[in-house]
């Protein structure tokens, strides 16, 4: 008897760790439902709304939601979804107003580690999205703390290996925009100094 009642609160512990392992930091179920929602009506308010407040709000929140894990029996299901969710967020996302858009995607990055998968699909996203709400994108930066603000540029510009594409973007941003916010710009040379070519993905923190 006294076995059998060890046998079940062993296999209630490793349950419930399992569940707490499996606990996300937003309601997925909601963020799904918007999703597909959003996939079939895509050209309606109500529909990109639900979808972009769903969505995750921090870098935690993200990480956590579209994360990869090897363990046993870890339902893997949003870290599928991600890249097109990810994507979604760009392309099917259009009627959000400018600042609140902005706002939100500045905040994802700030803190972003650069890794594969969803880490990887946001960094594109956000450099899309640089180009097309640029003045929306700057305007939301310049509003956080000097020590965020390098947060986010230090997520922005990371890169394993030197890249002429980041140089050239780098360039033009620096030109279109060291006039109207060069504090912020102050801030995005020093970043991209250490972490354009700086930073290693996996292997490690060593140069070679």
Partial sequence: MKNKMLFL????????????SQTFPIDTAKL???????????????????????????????????????????????????????DAL???????????????????AVGGKLDADAPNYFKVLLHRIMWRRMDGILVAISKLRKGHQMQFWQFYWSNPVKSKQLETEYNRLLKLNID?????????????????????IDGGYLKE
Avoid: H
């Fill in 90 to 108: 760009d392309g099917k996302v259009t009627l959000i107003k400018d600042s609140i858009y902005c706002k939100k995607i500045v905040n994802i």
């Fill in 9 to 20: 609160i062993i296999f209630i512990v490793s349950v419930t760790a399992n569940v707490k």
């Fill in 180 to 200: 109207t916010y060069p504090e912020e710009m102050k801030t995005m040379k020093i970043a991209f100094e250490y972490f354009y070519d700086g930073v290693n």
């Fill in 32 to 86: 799904n439902t918007s999703f597909r929602e959003l996939v079939n009506n895509p050209n309606t308010l109500e529909r990109q709304k639900a979808f972009f407040d769903a969505f995750p709000n921090t870098w935690n929140e993200f990480i956590m939601t579209y994360q990869y894990s090897s363990k046993n029996n870890y339902d893997l299901t949003m870290y599928n979804l991600a890249q097109k969710q990810i």
